[in-house]
Every structure is written in structure tokens, then in C-alpha cells.
């Protein structure tokens, strides 16, 4: 959000510095994010000043040049050269000296220096409107008409103004700043000085208003106010009101537009202006329509509405407003226009944020109403803009005020206590202070009593709800570092050293993932409910609901890092990034006992989780690029064993709603990790249509089982064998069995057991498959002779014979 400095100055005296004010602000909670300095002409007119023109002759060696003689007050005049058709004595003009800088209102900034032109040195340049920024004209240079004396600074003549913009990082709670009013509310309790508020009195009005408004849903839309002001002249917006558009990024677009958009961005109330010949039967409807009907939008797409969507409506039903959020193409304010009718409402938050989040429409009226308008505030705002369109445009409002408000909505009562604001705060703050400060933030004090007292809240302050929420106003206004801390205070006071420490653990774990080629992602902790719902892997009443959703999108907590995590990896592949390797530390969420109250109702978890597709390498010259493959995610996986020394852990293979096969490992018959290939229909939810690998990893799980139990060994000096067997097995039996009872066979001379072939195939029958393994034997006390490795192989065979029903190939 942008506020300017100049504008806030309407509303309440600011001598400080801005820097100052911006610091003031953030440690108030409107986190000032940068400073950004605004000039209405680029470069303010900087070092270019008026001259007159005190002799003007043609150059003796061009015809389409003039040779003049400007005097801008210094003891001698100027010689300049000027291709200007229109340069003659006795003009006032514009001139740039040697060594100032032009900023053109299109091209780069040049700086002045002297030169030669023809053989005739000049000083200076008599400038055009277009050379300096200040319009758009080229046909030749600028004569002014004023009495200002050679050498008066340009921009003293043209006035032109310099601005900060506070660039505010408006966290989604604080609606009730987002406009100027708003920030210098929160600045009127910091600096304890008067809001100068605009004149909003009642516009005068005569006979009968010609508009008449139906509400028929007054949920989604709780107020509803209207103004109908006719004899209106479309035109351009006076200067001032331009400059204050323009520095906060706005566009001008003319007087009836520009009127509304400032009002929304100085009192925060978004408004609309309906052409009152769009208006068939001169009734407005504010209703829904019904699924998949068309709308055309100001920017002329073709929009099928939801039937969710509220709508402004004309007498014949059809649709001129998407309410709240954006306008229709044919009913807006154009350059024929002389009548309109002026809508100030207050829409539901809920109803506005479904409509804007399915249509992807994002506008400063969407970004005020999702958060909560003031319902209060309608007529106010209305008032204000019809005094501006009266003084811009020679309009006179027709009628009453429209201003349907069923149920009016009263201030929150609050009861406070000063035990607990002194226990919250964490000292005494003065009776007097915190009193001052809440009725500076236009709450009403009630029923004062010795231990307390209550407050009516703001109807603008949506965000304020309960007693910590009070106490908080109170001390982001008295200041958080007002705040002394005890002498004693110590770090045993404030923190704990666990054995463990979760964050240097993660941030070395994610260094060695990270050179094992993966990206680290965040992504975002809400989530669509139909992930779980149409998983059967994943129990949909588990979900955690949000109840003040931004959108259907947003509706639950995620139960796994997976459909975040694919969302990433689907973003990534249609933007031509095929081969990816991403890792994201998160939290899953999970309701364990629907029937428990407060925390124990809810599980919250940290997990790792991993994603594998495409391709293992970029196309290289050097090596063959292949598929990534189950196994290269398993390598992964035992890195990260084998990096927090964890040995002792089962394996299942697993094939469900998520996996089309794979691995679970479990540690002490807690699940530890999961992980394989994804099966299609789960990457179909992401619109994902290639491989994807995926491990989750109970992160708790692992970073609370330290093993610190690494003994070292000297390297033994007696030499590794390795001897290899064939193993035609039933197909259900899997690598991991084969191992665990090859360990606990041969439990002093086995070091390794690997698998380098699998076959499957007609040769060894339909239900059966191939295991070529390798056997690495050492002995670390003597040289193996043939006869202890045929014995321990002997052995060997005929365990896998007995207990798997192998048959050993030769």
C-alpha cells in the first residue's frame, strides 16, 4: 500500500522528518517498507531557470537557426543558439545553463554542456515543454506570461511539488488502514495531534430520487448507499487531484473516475458510478444470477458467472457490477455520460473473496473488501464524493439519499481489567496513558469501575474482538521498547539448549540434499480440500478447516506436504523445467479427535519431503542422459540414514491410493519415512503428467533420535572377496528380506550385499524373477581362505533355499 506524505498532511500536522514517521509507523505494526521520494515533474525542474530574451538575430551561417541573447540575471546575458521557428525579443522563456540536466517527457535525461553549432559557441538551451517534462508539445519553445524577474528558478513559476511515498506492508488484519485517514489515525494517537477530516455534509438536493434499490441478499451485502447526481461534464481531473493519483501509481482517467478512486484511497470506502442511461427501469438489484451466466468486464473479457457471485444489477436483471470487485463494460462512467448513479456499499468479505479468487481479479475495491470496510462509513464517503463532483463537474444531486441499512451494526463491547492489561503488557502503564491512547484510537470508554472498565470498539476495527486485542492496541501505541526488561532476566528465562538442535540439524541435512542437486521450496500451508477428499489414501474429516477462508482454494490445512509440494513441481514443468529435485521442510496438520477441545483436538507434525522427475542429468556430451528411477530416490534415502547413523530400521514395500509402489521404513514400529513412484491419478490432481518420486520423512521422528554411537575403526589391512550368486525366487519376494537374512546368517564376515541385475521373464517362469547378487566378505583379523568362503557361502545358499524356496542358478 502507498501513502503519500503530502496527502496525509491534509489530515493531521507532520513536521518530523519522514524518516522518522516511517519508523513511528512500523513500530506501531504498519511496517513501513521503504521510502520512495516522488517529483510530479522528473527531476523538478532542477537548475533550470526563466530568461528573457533581450536580442534575437539569424545565425550568419544557418537560415534555420536564430542566434539570442537571454538575459537570466547574471551580469552578462546568454549567447544560445535556437532552432525554435517561434524565439523573438522580449520573450520570457525557459533555459537550461551549462551543466544543468532536462529530464524529456519521453527519452533518456541529457545534461547541458556548451557547444559549437555552426561555428557559434552556445551557452545554454531555450527549452519546449516536451524537453523539460512539463507537456507533450514540440512545436516550439515555451513562452511564459508572467512578471517573475530573469533568473527565478523554473520550478518556483510551474510549482512544481516533491513527495515521499511510504510503501506499507499492510498485514491482513489492519483494514482499517488502508487508506490516508486510516494512517494517520494510528499517527494521531503516536503524536497525540487532531485528524483535520474532509468537509462531508450533506449535499442539498430537490425532488424525488429517480433510482430505486432492491437488496435481495443481505448477507453478502449488509448497507447498501446511493447518491444520483446529474448535469455532470465528463472531463480531465483539475491538476492537484491528478499529482495526488499519480503518487501513489494511479492513473488518471477523468474527473467521475478519479473522484472515486481517491475517496476509496483517502478514506478507504471502494465506490462506483453507474451511467444513468445503463440503468434500465431506473432500479438497481443487488442479487446473484444464476450459474454460467455471461458477463462482460471493463477490461472486455467474457466472464461465466458463479452462483456465488453478487451482482449489481439493472431492472431488467441483467448484469453492470461485479459487486465489490470489478464493473461491467457497458454501464461504467464515458465521455457522454451526464447522469449517474454514485454506489457506496459495504459487501461481505466472504462473498467478495470467492468471486475475485475464481476469477482471478485482483483490484483495489477486492483488496479493501476482502479484508472488511467500515459499514459505518458508507454515507460518509458518498457524502464526500458528491461535494467533490459538484466542485469538479457543475454536477447537482436528484433526490434523496438511497442508503438501505437493515440491520444496523452496533459497536462490540469489550470488558477490560487493569490486572490484565498490567499481566499482558508486563508492566504498570499510567491509568491516565492507556485511557488517552484508546480514546485517541476512537474507542468509547464505558463503565469505569477500580478494576476496569469497558470499551465500544470501532465499527472499522473488524480486527479487534476480544480483550488481548484491546491490550494490544494499547501497547503497540505506548511502544513495545517502552518496555523495560528486568535486570535478572536471563537467556534460561527465554530459551532451552536441547541436545539437538532442530535448526542447525535441517540446515545441514538441506546442504547435503542440496548437493545432491535438490532446491529447497516453501509452499503454502492452506490448501484445496479436494486433495484429501478424493484420495482415499487420506481421510477428508481429518482436515483441519479454516473458518475466515480466503478462498475455496485456501479451505483446509494440509494433512501432507504432497499436493503442495506438486503444485510446485506442476508450476516448474510449464515453465520448461522438466528435470527437478525439490525439498521442502513443512508442517502437516491433522484432526486426530473430533470430539477433544482446544489443542488436543489437533496433531501438528514437521516433515521432509522430496520430489524426483525428469531426467537424472541435462543432455550432455560427457554421459547419457536417463530417466530418474526408483533407486535414485532410495540412494537419497539412505544418504539420509546413514547421515544421522540410523541402521537399525525395517522396510515394507507399500502400493496404495498415493504410491504406485515403493518403501516404508519404520524405526522402533514408528513410520519414519515413505517414499516411490506416484501414481498417475495423484499427479493428475496437480496436472502433472510426468514421473514424479516422492518421499515424506517424519522429521520429528528423525531429528529426535540422536545416535551418537559412531565407533571408529581402523581400516582393516586383510583383503575384501567378493563372490557372486543367481537367485530365482518367488516374484513377491523382495531385496530387503533377502538381506535381513543374509545379515543375521552370516553376521562376521558379510560387509556388503548388493544387486547389480533383475530379471524377469519366460525363461524362469510367469510368478517367478532373478536376483544376480554380489557378497562382499572380510575377515579383519586374517587373510579369508577358499575353504571359510565356500563355507560361508555353502551356508548362505542353503538358508536362501530353505527359508525363500530359492533356487541357486550356476
Same mark, same amino acid.
Given at each position: 500500500m502507498r501513502i503519500s506524505i503530502n496527502w496525509l498532511k491534509q489530515y493531521i500536522e507532520l513536521d518530523e522528518p519522514v524518516n522518522q514517521i516511517a519508523e513511528l509507523l512500523t513500530m506501531s505494526g504498519l511496517e513501513v517498507e521503504g521510502v520512495e521520494k516522488f517529483e510530479e515533474v522528473t527531476g523538478s525542474l532542477s537548475g533550470l531557470v526563466l530568461g528573457v530574451v533581450v536580442d534575437c538575430q539569424k545565425h550568419p551561417e544557418a537560415d534555420r537557426l536564430s542566434l539570442a541573447k537571454v538575459d537570466i540575471g547574471n551580469s552578462a546575458p546568454l549567447s544560445i543558439v535556437c532552432g525554435a521557428p517561434n524565439? *523573438?525579443?522580449?520573450?520570457?522563456?525557459?533555459?537550461? /545553463? =551549462?551543466?544543468?540536466? +532536462?529530464?524529456p517527457t519521453k527519452g533518456d535525461p541529457f545534461k547541458i554542456k556548451k557547444a559549437k553549432i555552426r561555428g557559434v559557441t552556445s551557452d545554454g538551451m531555450i527549452c519546449a515543454e516536451d524537453e523539460i517534462g512539463v507537456g507533450v508539445e514540440h512545436d516550439g519553445i515555451m513562452v511564459l506570461d508572467t512578471n517573475l524577474p530573469p533568473g527565478t528558478a523554473a520550478n518556483e513559476y510551474f510549482r512544481t511539488t516533491t513527495d515521499h511515498i511510504l510503501e506499507i506492508g499492510l498485514t491482513p488484519n489492519r483494514s482499517d488502514a488502508i487508506s490516508h485517514i486510516g494512517v494517520a489515525r494510528d499517527l494521531k494517537a503516536l503524536l497525540d495531534r487532531p485528524i483535520n477530516w474532509p468537509i462531508t455534509e450533506a449535499p442539498e438536493s430537490g425532488s424525488v430520487n429517480p433510482i430505486k434499490v432492491e437488496v435481495e441478499n443481505y448477507q453478502a451485502c449488509p448497507r447498501y448507499s446511493g447518491l444520483t447526481i446529474e448535469n455532470i461534464v465528463v472531463g480531465d481531473s483539475p491538476d492537484w487531484l491528478q499529482s495526488r493519483l499519480r503518487s501513489i501509481g494511479l492513473t488518471p482517467i477523468n474527473n467521475i473516475v478519479d473522484i472515486t478512486n481517491f475517496v476509496m484511497h483517502e478514506m478507504g470506502q471502494p465506490m462506483h458510478a453507474f451511467d444513468l442511461k445503463a440503468i434500465k427501469k431506473n432500479t438497481v438489484v443487488v442479487k446473484t444470477l444464476a450459474e454460467g451466466t455471461p458477463f462482460i468486464t471493463l477490461d472486455e473479457k467474457e466472464r461465466k458467472l458463479k452462483h456465488f457471485d453478487l451482482m449489481i444489477c439493472d431492472g431488467e436483471q441483467n448484469g453492470m457490477c461485479i459487486a465489490g470487485v470489478f464493473g461491467g463494460i457497458k454501464s461504467g462512467v464515458t465521455s457522454s455520460t451526464s447522469g449517474i448513479f454514485l454506489e457506496s456499499a459495504c459487501f461481505s468479505a466472504d462473498y467478495v473473496r470467492k468471486t475475485a479468487q475464481h476469477h482471478g481479479l485482483k483490484t483495489d475495491a477486492s483488496f479493501r473488501f476482502e479484508r472488511g470496510t467500515d459499514p459505518n462509513l458508507t454515507v460518509t464517503a458518498l457524502f464526500r464524493a458528491a461535494s467533490l463532483i459538484k466542485e469538479l463537474t457543475g454536477g447537482t444531486v436528484r433526490g434523496e439519499l438511497v442508503d438501505i441499512y437493515p440491520e444496523e451494526i452496533k459497536p462490540l463491547k469489550i470488558q477490560l481489567t487493569f490486572a490484565n492489561i498490567d499481566r499482558l503488557v508486563g508492566q504498570k502503564i499510567p491509568e491516565v496513558r492507556l485511557k488517552r491512547i484508546l480514546t485517541d484510537l476512537d474507542f468509547v470508554i464505558e463503565n469505569e469501575q477500580p478494576t476496569g472498565f469497558e470499551v465500544l470498539v470501532p465499527s472499522y476495527r473488524t480486527d479487534v474482538t476480544r480483550e488481548a486485542d484491546v491490550i494490544e492496541e494499547i501497547l503497540r501505541i505506548y511502544g513495545y521498547n517502552n518496555i523495560e526488561l528486568d535486570e535478572n532476566y536471563g537467556t534460561g528465562y527465554l530459551a532451552d539448549f536441547p541436545l539437538v538442535d532442530p535448526d542447525r540439524t535441517r540446515f545441514g541435512l538441506a546442504k547435503m540434499l542440496a548437493s545432491l542437486g535438490f532446491f529447497e521450496i516453501y509452499t503454502n %500451508? !492452506?490448501? &484445496? /480440500? #479436494?486433495?484429501? +477428499? @478424493?484420495? /482415499?489414501?487420506? @481421510?477428508? #474429516?481429518? %482436515? =483441519?478447516? +479454516? +473458518?475466515? &477462508?480466503l478462498s475455496e482454494d485456501l479451505g483446509v490445512l494440509r494433512q501432507t506436504l504432497l499436493f503442495t509440494g506438486l503444485e510446485s513441481v506442476a508450476h516448474n514443468i510449464n515453465h520448461r523445467q522438466t528435470n527437478l529435485r525439490l525439498l521442502e521442510f513443512g508442517k502437516t496438520y491433522q484432526v486426530i479427535d473430533p470430539k477433544a477441545t482446544g489443542l488436543e483436538k489437533y496433531q501438528e507434525q514437521q516433515h521432509l519431503a522430496l520430489f524426483m522427475t525428469g531426467n537424472n542429468q541435462d543432455d550432455s556430451w560427457l554421459d547419457k542422459t536417463r530417466p530418474l528411477q526408483f533407486h535414485d530416490l532410495s540412494l537419497v534415502i539412505r544418504k539420509i540414514l546413514e547421515k544421522f547413523n540410523i541402521s537399525a530400521y525395517n522396510s515394507r514395500v507399500i502400493q496404495d491410493g498415493v504410491f504406485e509402489f515403493g518403501l516404508s521404513i519404520t524405526v522402533s514400529d514408528k513410520s519414519l519415512a515413505r517414499f516411490g513412484k506416484l501414481t498417475p491419478k495423484v499427479c493428475a490432481q496437480t496436472d502433472v503428467k510426468q514421473t514424479v518420486f516422492y518421499a515424506e520423512v517424519n522429521w520429528d521422528l528423525l531429528v529426535n533420535k540422536p545416535n551418537d554411537d559412531i565407533v571408529f575403526r581402523e581400516v582393516s589391512k586383510y583383503p575384501e572377496v567378493r563372490r557372486d550368486l543367481s537367485l530365482v525366487l518367488d516374484k513377491h519376494i523382495s531385496f530387503n528380506e533377502i538381506e535381513m537374512l543374509a545379515r543375521s546368517t #552370516?553376521?562376521?564376515l558379510l560387509r556388503r550385499i548388493n544387486v547389480f541385475d533383475v530379471y524377469e521373464g519366460d525363461k524362469i517362469g510367469k510368478d517367478k524373477k532373478a536376483? *544376480?547378487? %554380489?557378497?562382499?566378505l572380510q575377515d579383519k583379523n586374517r587373510t579369508l581362505t577358499d575353504r571359510i568362503i565356500d563355507k560361508c557361502m555353502?551356508? !548362505?545358499?542353503?538358508?536362501? #533355499?530353505q527359508d525363500l524356496g530359492a533356487f541357486i542358478r550356476t
Open positions: 524565439v *523573438a525579443r522580449g520573450q520570457t522563456v525557459v533555459v537550461a /545553463p =551549462v551543466g544543468s540536466t +532536462i529530464f %500451508s !492452506l490448501t &484445496k /480440500p #479436494e486433495y484429501s +477428499i @478424493d484420495n /482415499p489414501a487420506f @481421510d477428508g #474429516e481429518q %482436515s =483441519v478447516l +479454516i +473458518i475466515n &477462508k #552370516e553376521r562376521q536376483y *544376480a547378487l %554380489s557378497f562382499v555353502s551356508r !548362505l545358499m542353503r538358508i536362501f #533355499e
